[in-house]
C-alpha cells in the first residue's frame, strides 16, 4: 500500500531529501595498493626544487595569486603549455615555498612578483598543496 500523500496535506516544514546513492562498494585494505580507485601516491605532495632560467625581458611561463593578506602563501594559478615552466614541471596549485633562498610562505603578493620578475635565474621550492590553492582561489579574485 503506496498511497502517496498530496503536499498541501503535508505538517510543515516539509523537506524533501535526494534519492539514496549507494556507498561504493567495499574493497580490502590489501587490495587498494593495487586498485585503479586508490592512489597512496604521497610523494607529489612533497617539496620539491625547480630551476628556471629567464633571458631579459622573457616572460616567466606562470602566473601567481595569493599572498600574505590571503594567510595562505603564494600559488601557481596558470602555467602556459610548452613554457620552461611546464617543462620543469611546475603546475597550477603548486605552492611557492620560495625563490632564491627568499621565504615565499609570508609575503607580499607585490614583492613575489618584483622578485620573479627581476631574477634571472630562478631557484624555487614548491610543494603541490591543492587543498589550499582551493581556499585561495575562494578568498581572493586576482
Do not use: C
Not at 63 to 78: D, E, P
Not at 107 to 117: C, D, G, N, P, T
Request: charged fraction near 25%; proline fraction near 8%; aromatic fraction near 10%.
Amino acid at each position: 500500500m503506496d498511497q502517496k500523500i498530496p503536499y498541501d496535506d503535508y505538517q510543515l516544514p516539509v523537506v524533501f531529501l535526494p534519492s539514496y546513492e549507494n556507498p561504493p562498494a567495499w574493497i580490502a585494505p590489501q587490495d587498494r595498493i593495487h586498485h585503479p580507485d586508490y592512489n597512496n601516491e604521497l610523494t607529489q605532495f612533497l617539496p620539491r626544487t625547480v630551476v628556471l632560467k629567464k633571458p631579459p625581458g622573457a616572460q616567466l611561463g606562470f602566473n601567481i595569486r595569493g599572498g600574505k593578506a590571503s594567510q595562505l602563501g603564494i600559488f601557481i594559478s596558470k602555467v602556459v603549455p610548452d613554457s620552461d615552466a611546464h617543462r620543469a614541471g611546475l603546475q597550477e596549485g603548486d605552492q611557492v615555498l620560495s625563490v632564491n633562498d627568499v621565504d615565499f610562505q609570508d609575503i607580499e603578493h607585490s614583492r613575489a612578483v618584483e622578485i620573479l620578475k627581476t631574477a634571472k635565474e630562478i631557484l624555487m621550492r614548491v610543494r603541490f598543496f591543492p587543498y589550499n590553492y582551493q581556499r585561495q582561489k575562494e578568498r581572493t579574485v586576482h
